[in-house]
């Protein structure tokens, strides 16, 4: 049986899996470009038979809709784990109860975004602060923080945001890490929770927490930045729901950074640090090396396989993920 994709279902509608099957759990599943990519994948790597079925559950979804997915996960025989995306925090919250083990990063952080299982059972884990820190690796200059003393924004306090933080700001990085980072949000819970996570961080990196609940905020937030500053837009306006958090008053800092961690979409927060690339010497990044990372993590996990985070191995992966881009609707 060869490898391939099932049609996207809900929590009601699950249904016991016929052959090895990972799944991921979001909010428009069925648009993602994994939807080919992962067929081209698991043969390449030998997953014979293996399945990827699609769980569409809205923003915010119902706490019980999240524990019949997760219950259902641990129960079939055949239901390998999963990823989950957006919904990484809630999905934690909903059904921390129901998780065999969780591994440290998934603890501090509050959130999942990898089910798997093994010998002790359902295992929760956070991938997020590996892949976030392997994809910032691939596009910001070594000694960059350290060299300039810039800053960083990051719009959206969920899942992503708590590992991206985390990352750059280990004490381990010495000087090369930002000299501020900021996090604005539209929930003052999300930020309360941000905000508790960081403070049980062995770090010194200053942290800044906006309530956000216009874009008048976030662009002022991006008006304050110091050049060379990052800017990330991990709200999830752009793919999640349309539109973006600021809008064209907001002026990136000079020579700094654009990170959208979308690659689909209408992607109106990409296009507008674009029209500004030339004249701020900005780099602009969307999510395609996020993406990558964060699903052959998962899928190494989940499958109990080795995937190498660089090198030809993984080069061969991207190649063929790349070759499904061209197709995938923006």
Not at 101 to 121: F, I, Q, R, Y
Not at 164 to 185: F, H
């Amino acid at each position: 049986m060869s490898a391939g994709v099932l049609p996207v279902m809900t929590a009601a509608t699950l249904r016991p899996a016929e052959s090895p099957t990972l799944y991921f759990v979001g909010v428009t599943t069925g648009d993602s470009s994994i939807q080919a990519v992962f067929p081209r994948w698991a043969e390449h790597l030998g997953l014979d038979g293996a399945r990827l079925q699609g769980v569409d559950l809205p923003l915010h979804a119902d706490p019980e809709d999240y524990r019949r997915v997760v219950e259902f996960i641990a129960a079939d025989e055949l239901s390998m784990g999963a990823l989950v995306t957006t919904h990484k925090i809630d999905l934690y919250r909903a059904c921390a109860d129901m998780f065999d083990v969780v591994d440290p990063h998934a603890k501090m952080m509050g959130e999942t975004s990898c089910l798997s299982k093994s010998e002790l059972g359902l295992v929760a884990h956070a991938k997020d602060p590996i892949s976030s820190g392997l994809a910032l690796d691939a596009f910001v200059p070594a000694g960059h923080w350290a060299r300039t003393g810039a800053e960083v924004l990051s719009m959206g306090a969920g899942g992503s945001t708590i590992a991206i933080t985390w990352y750059l700001s280990q004490a381990s990085r010495g000087a090369d890490r930002p000299a501020r980072i900021v996090v604005t949000n539209r929930s003052q819970a999300r930020l309360d929770h941000l905000r508790e996570v960081h403070q049980a961080l062995p770090t010194d990196t200053p942290f800044e927490y906006v309530l956000a609940e216009d874009t008048a905020a976030n662009d002022a937030a991006v008006n304050a930045l110091p050049p060379g500053s990052l800017v990330i837009n991990a709200t999830g306006l752009g793919k999640d729901a349309p539109g973006s958090p600021i809008t064209g008053a907001a002026r990136f800092p000079e020579t700094g950074l654009a990170w959208d961690l979308n690659y689909r979409g209408d992607l109106v927060f990409l296009d507008q640090a674009r029209a500004q690339q030339r004249e701020r010497s900005l780099h602009v990044e969307d999510g395609w090396v996020y993406f990558l990372h964060g699903w052959t993590q998962v899928i190494a996990e989940v499958f109990h396989i080795a995937i190498p985070e660089s090198g030809p191995e993984f080069d061969a992966l991207s190649t063929l993920a790349l070759a499904t881009r061209k197709d995938q609707k923006r």
